[in-house]
């Protein structure tokens, strides 16, 4: 069955990719072993995250990005995750409809998941998934998280580029900026600038940049007689950001009205330039060898929970310590510790049968 399913994906057909995707996301028979073979395919496209707080316009600023990606001939597929249905268990709002410019672009495809209680931003299995988009042969892909919050800072980990969107009512700028987007962001971009506000959120993002950074002190003098516009951390933020031949990446605040493609190109323009940037530094084989630890710890640990809690013997070890538990003659962490001791077979090699 996988040796015909990959006939067809080599092939580029789209119902086998829609095929694979829906093995891997649901973890179903054969997923494993259907990841193992695309593997020496992967790391051709470039993934790109975009993440922000609910409302920022990311499915907006995602269909624009599409579109001309598009038209410069590339190949495009998005990954859109969105909160879990609590009676399917399904993607709750559907990006598909958001996106309905690009949807039926051939060229394109998108994939709604459902985050299925994961913490990060992003569904348990979007990794898997990039991976299969990326074997495909896309030139990008567009990974878009749900509305993030202080824990929801997986895309980092995911992406090669990550772009983190905010807007002018998003309430307290720095409030937001303490969610750890800061150390997350490549590239920011402020939507729907046009209303009020926008401006303002560009300067403290660049003044942010500018203080994390150090910018303004450097080669100031320590007298008096300090020129305080050359020791503004705003503008030395943008002008970092600017300089192409920086030895350091310093993330640009861009400015979007994404509902009329404003300020899009300028945004692709960055990305282009912060890849140039990963290549020449070194950071982009990093951060794709970074990916590959994570990706085995996951699995790690997730054969890990599967064999140690599903095994019968576990629970009723477990229930037997209760009772010192309670009498406070044991605890917690001293448990833990003899049961890892005794599972040892239980976390040994597998015999197959959760491949």
């Known amino acids: 069955m996988i040796d015909r399913l990959l006939e ?20 179903r028979s054969g997923a494993e072993a259907l990841l193992a073979k695309l593997h020496p395919r992967i790391n051709r496209a470039r993934r790109i995250g975009l ?15 599409a579109r001309l990606f598009r038209e410069a001939g590339l190949t495009v597929g998005v990954i859109a995750v969105d909160p879990t249905s609590p009676f399917s268990g399904g993607a709750l709002l559907g990006d598909r409809v958001r996106m309905e410019a690009v949807a039926l672009d051939p060229g ?75 150390e997350i962001a490549d590239i920011f971009a402020v939507n729907k600038c046009d209303r009020p ?13 500018g203080l994390r950074g150090g910018e303004s002190l450097q080669n100031v003098p320590a007298h008096h007689g300090v020129d ?38 300028e945004l692709i323009t960055a990305l282009d330039k912060h890849f140039v940037y990963l290549e020449s530094s070194g950071a982009l084989r990093e951060r794709r060898r970074q ?21 019968p013997s576990t629970a009723a ?14 605890a917690p962490l001293a448990v833990a510790d003899t049961l890892l001791s005794r599972s040892v077979q239980l976390l040994g090699p597998s015999d197959g049968a959760d491949s």
């Open 51 to 65: 993440t922000g707080p609910p409302g920022a316009g990311k499915s907006t600023v995602t269909m624009q990005m």
């Open 197 to 209: 506000g926008g401006e303002r959120l560009v300067h403290e993002l660049e003044l942010m940049l």
């Open 108 to 182: 394109v495809f998108i994939r709604s998941m459902a985050t299925r209680g994961s913490l990060g931003g992003l569904s348990s299995a979007t990794r898997d998934v990039c991976d299969v988009l990326d074997a495909f042969g896309f030139d990008r892909i567009l990974i878009e998280t749900v509305g993030v919050g202080q824990s929801e800072l997986e895309i980092a980990h995911t992406a090669d580029s990550s772009v983190v969107i905010l807007v002018p009512e998003s309430g307290d700028s720095i409030q937001t900026l303490k969610a750890g987007l800061m």
């Open 317 to 330: 070890w477990v229930d037997d310590q209760m009772s010192a538990l309670e009498a406070g003659t044991t």
């Open 8 to 27: 067809d994906f080599a092939a580029r057909r789209a119902p086998a990719l829609a095929r694979a995707v829906s093995i891997v996301e649901n973890r």
């Open 291 to 311: 990916r590959l630890r994570d990706r085995v710890r996951d699995a790690v640990d997730h054969r890990v929970r599967a064999r140690l809690w599903g095994a």
């Open 228 to 265: 305080l516009r050359a020791a503004n951390p705003a503008r030395a933020a943008r002008k970092a950001a600017a300089d192409a031949t920086a030895g350091q990446w310093t993330p640009p605040v861009l400015k979007l009205v994404a509902k009329d493609a404003a300020g899009i190109p």
